[in-house]
């Protein structure tokens, strides 16, 4: 219903700017606008004026070449955020590529030529990446991206609108770690990863890493202790794909022992609310943006092992195991 009551807002809005061209018999100024929308999500309603404050798009002619970029920094948008294309647009057609929260603190991306550089030569990636046993590492929290793409737009000047839809690239992941016999625990004791070949997009955010030699590990940007809670770790990752193997790895620092090592997508699957069930796990992964995981760890043996650990994702129990067969 919000949804759909959204639209009727845009439609109203976009009757009121046609009919402001024309006054009296005399024309007056039109535009073309863009729109972005950020509806793919759990919910099923546009948050792109609630998360996204920087728009960064770029526009390519109709065979691919690159024209210009449009920008965009408000800090926050107006739901009824319209992004205005240059009069010099008038009669062509184009493409265009939106990326939402580009800032250069988390994200690469390639320098383009206007009538050199194509599509082809678009490529966004996280920036910075510290080196640790070969792979890029990520330690710090990224700024939340968006992808969108549009591949016809041919901006009439009568006040139309072309909406771009996005999706949202970034993932928050938290997670629990606690002891059901009332030992303690200490977050600093150990090392979180989410490792995953998913550092760098073209320009239809499709990943262009190699699956063996440019992995991810992208570690832990929060840590805390709770007396009440427990051991408490945030982390991130940009796109988990399907077709990739995205794990979660949890060592002891101080014996190097890992106490889990799992398969992100296929727990991840395993707890969809049945309300999801119609999705496919792709679709399901780039609509969910939030994690959360419970560890509760049941003791140790004499070398100092866990010997079981119950897990929970977002609320729901989903394994219980020895955890050196996890």
Known sequence: MNRFIGYIQVACFCLLLCASCVRDGIDED???????????????????HKQA????????????VYVTELKEESGAFAPDYLMPLPESFRGKKFIVVAWSGLYDQ???????????????????????????????TVDRELHPLWHGKHTEIK?????????????????????VMQMLDDASIDVND???????????????????????????EYTVYHTENDDETGAIAELNTLRLMT????RLVITHKSTGKSILDIPLNKYLNALRLEQYSGLSLQEYLDRSDKYGIVLFFKGMDSEGNYI????????WLIR??????I
């Open 30 to 48: 039109c535009n073309s606008y863009v729109r972005f929308v950020y509806d793919y999500n759990l919910e099923y309603i546009d948050l792109f």
């Open 53 to 64: 404050t920087k728009m960064n798009l770029y526009v390519f002619d109709e065979n691919g």
């Open 106 to 136: 988390s994200y690469d991306k390639e320098l383009l030529t206007p009538g050199v550089s194509t599509l082809q030569d678009m490529e966004v990636r996280v920036n910075n990446l510290k080196t640790r046993n070969g792979e890029g």
């Open 155 to 175: 901006p009439l000047y009568n006040n139309d609108i072309t909406t771009v839809s996005l999706m949202k690239n970034t993932n928050t992941f938290r997670i």
């Open 190 to 216: 150990y090392d979180f990863r989410i490792i995953s070949p998913n550092g760098r997009y073209n320009h239809g955010n499709e990943l262009q890493n190699d699956e063996e030699t440019e992995k991810v």
């Open 243 to 246: 077709v990739k193997d995205n």
């Open 308 to 315: 079981s650990v119950d897990m929970q994702i977002n609320g």
């Open 320 to 325: 219980e195991q020895n955890v050196e067969d």
